[in-house]
């Protein structure tokens, strides 16, 4: 019963590959995020969905897309990949409190 | 300069001491305060969160938020070697439908046994 899980947890991929990253929750939460964290821990926000629609999209190559096919998913998915794009994704979800649960990571790595 | 301003470490402290965590931050706008604790190849996990100048007690943790100074700590008493992690403060500035949480860099703590 796992609250916020994603698949894959691991992804390894060549340069100039679109790949997909899905997220979802069960905690019944209308707010869903997908974070990025490099490789000196250092987590940013890129894009946040309430009930299915974007309300925060950083400043992010538009070869990232999210798609909220409803309130319980988030999905990313990364057109022509680049070596930069290697970092861990995070999910996360919450409700209008705004503490947020975070997933356990999908770590990416474009070779 | 970033928003959210972190103490880096790494801290390295034997079992049982007092730790303190500080992050300072530049935009008086935020209202929410958080601190997670991030294991190695895991996803943050919550553990504090206030929204009011003061302290906050939970068991060995303590959130401390200073907002005249723009500065928060969080506090660990009798240190475990199992609170060894990554501790990221946290913020968010609430308006309208958009919770936008900006993080602190993490500070990466060892307990020694």
């Known amino acids: 019963d796992t609250a916020v899980s994603q698949t894959p947890k691991y992804l390894v991929t060549q340069m100039g590959n679109d790949k997909s990253i899905k997220c979802e929750q069960n905690l019944g939460h209308d707010t869903m995020y997908w974070y990025k964290q490099d490789s000196k821990k250092f987590l940013k926000i890129m894009f946040s969905?309430?009930?299915?629609?974007?309300?925060i999209n950083e400043t992010v190559p538009n070869r990232f897309s999210p798609k909220s096919p409803d309130k319980a998913h988030l999905n990313l998915h990364i057109n022509s990949l680049e070596l930069g794009d290697s970092a861990v994704y995070f999910c996360?979800?919450?409700?209008?409190?705004?503490?947020?649960?975070f997933g356990p990571g999908t770590r990416l790595t474009v070779l | 300069q970033k928003e959210v301003e972190q103490d880096p470490g790494p801290l390295s402290v034997p079992e049982g001491a007092i730790v303190s965590l500080n992050c300072t931050y530049s935009n008086s706008a935020f209202q929410y305060f958080m601190w997670y604790r991030q294991y190695s190849r895991k996803g943050p996990e919550l553990l504090m969160y206030?929204?009011?100048?003061g302290n906050k007690e939970d068991g060995r943790f303590t959130a401390q938020v200073d907002k005249s100074s723009k500065y928060i700590s969080l506090f660990i008493r009798d240190s475990q070697p199992s609170d060894s992690a990554t501790y990221l403060c946290a913020m968010i500035i609430s308006s309208g439908s958009a919770r936008q949480l900006t993080f602190g860099s993490g500070t990466q703590l060892t307990v020694l046994p």
């Open positions: 996360a979800s919450s409700r209008a409190l705004d503490t947020q649960y």
């Open positions: 206030t929204y009011s100048s």
């Open positions: 969905y309430n009930n299915k629609e974007l309300i």
